[in-house]
C-alpha cells in the first residue's frame, strides 16, 4: 500500500474527502517528523514507537573496489512495533 492508497481507505472509513484526509495525514507524519528530529519519543499505544537513536562510526567496504572506507557517525530514526501491532501479523 503506497501513501495515495493509504489516504484513500482513511477517507473511506473515516467518511471525509480525500483532501481532509490527505491533510490529516500530511500534519500527523510532518508532526512524528519534528518531535523524532527534536529527541522526544512519539508512542502510539497499540501500534508503535518511533525513536531517535546513533549510529557509532563503523568501517565498510566499498563492494565495487573493494577498498575499505569508513562510514561516518549518523542519528537515525527507528521504529519499534508494539504489541498489538506485533499480535495482529501472527
Do not use: C, H, W, Y
Not at 81 to 89: L, S, V
Amino acid at each position: 500500500m503506497n501513501k495515495a492508497q493509504l489516504i484513500e481507505v482513511v477517507a473511506k472509513a473515516a467518511n471525509v474527502t480525500k483532501v481532509d484526509a490527505e491533510n490529516v495525514l500530511n500534519a500527523a507524519l510532518d508532526s512524528i517528523k519534528k518531535s523524532v528530529k527534536k529527541g522526544e519519543d512519539v508512542t502510539l499505544i497499540g501500534f508503535g514507537t518511533f525513536t531517535k537513536s546513533k549510529r557509532q562510526a563503523r568501517s565498510g567496504r566499498n563492494p565495487q573496489t573493494g577498498k575499505e572506507i569508513t562510514i561516518p557517525a549518523m542519528t537515525v530514526p527507528k521504529f519499534r512495533p508494539g504489541r498489538e501491532f506485533k499480535d495482529a501479523m501472527k
